[in-house]
């Protein structure tokens, strides 16, 4: 188990050897709900008919639909979040983890309420010198009939945990394709579409009910510990803000228009800020950046791929 002070040396095998437990969970409506208000559905407009869908069932619609970033939430089902903390040999201070990337690939659209079971492995492990990277991989599936739901890969930056090889090539391992993920550069023309959002001051307490409850994002103290003014807001939150823009601009409001997603996590964004979502429309794929306003910093870049482009673009 990773403690502050721990000085074993890591152990590569050890751990991309690791078996994790099966995790079994379920999720309703109100979960699905509660998700959608924590990133910030119905938030400028309480009847907004590209979005109360999200919150409610209305005009014979028997269920309320499920925005594809929900599936983000499924990894923090297993034993102590992303597990990190189970897996043997892995050495490292938990106060210096950073989420740094978040990638989603989704097989089926999520029902408004199912019983889910995890299978997760870790699907990459790198030194860095000065950091680790190590990635974990959650797959999901529908409990009572076995059809994969979605597939998360999450990739975390532990500081001060690399050096760990043992000869002058640093140790690198992934377990998927290198192509798999593709790193994507922000085009320097106009963007296609932008919109705008505002996060609310108590965003961040709303978002923690899907269940990431991080003190980072809640407790003042441990924020200032962490050398932020105030707690910050969730990475995986901004991510929700922005894919549900671009469902609501690109997508005609369609949320299983989406077939993959992928963040990378640049900064911080304070519950409160404003968020400007810019848009390149490539084919399938939609280039996005998410910058804060008040601050004109870029905070989140990625891409969603799409299963089709509205005709109406």
């Keep these: 188990m990773a403690t502050a002070n721990s000085s074993s040396p890591i152990d590569p095998t050890l751990i991309i050897s690791h078996k994790f437990p099966e995790v079994s969970f379920s999720y309703s409506e109100r979960d699905v709900a509660i998700y959608a208000l924590g990133v910030g559905a119905c938030a400028g407009d309480a009847v907004d008919e590209k979005e109360l869908k999200y919150v409610y069932a209305r005009d014979g619609q028997q269920f309320i639909q499920v925005l ?18 189970d897996v043997p040999s892995l050495d490292f201070d938990p106060r210096l983890l950073l989420h740094a990337q978040q990638y989603i690939e989704i ?8 019983t889910v079971k995890n299978k997760t492995t870790i699907a990459g492990l790198h030194d860095k010198g000065k950091a680790a990277i190590v990635e974990v991989e959650t797959t999901s599936y529908v409990g009572e009939t076995g059809e994969v739901l979605c ?13 760990f090889s043992k000869s002058s090539k640093p140790y690198s391992y992934a377990s998927y394709p290198a192509d798999q993920v593709s790193f994507v550069s922000v085009p320097k023309q106009k963007p296609s579409v932008i919109h705008e959002d505002r996060t609310q001051q108590s965003q961040a307490l709303l978002y923690r ?27 995986l939150c901004t991510l929700g803000f922005a894919v549900r823009a671009i469902i609501t601009s690109v997508c005609e409001g369609h949320p299983n228009a989406v077939r993959s997603i992928f963040g990378r996590f640049l900064l911080h964004v304070f519950p409160g800020e404003s968020l400007i979502t810019e848009m390149w429309i490539q084919g399938q794929r939609v280039i ?25 673009l």
């Design 209 to 235: 009910l899907s269940g990431d409850y991080n003190p980072l994002h809640s407790d003042p103290m441990i924020a200032s510990i962490a050398g932020f003014n105030h707690p910050i807001l969730h990475g």
């Design 68 to 85: 594809p970033t929900f599936g983000s939430l499924f990894p923090f089902k297993n034993t102590n979040g992303l597990a990190l903390s």
């Design 151 to 163: 597939l998360n890969r999450s990739t975390t930056y532990l500081r001060g945990a690399g050096g």
């Design 288 to 312: 996005y950046q998410t910058k804060v306003k008040e601050r004109d910093r870029a905070v989140l870049s990625g891409y969603v791929t799409l299963k089709h482009i509205p005709s109406s």
């Design 107 to 114: 097989y089926k659209p999520f029902p408004s309420n199912c």
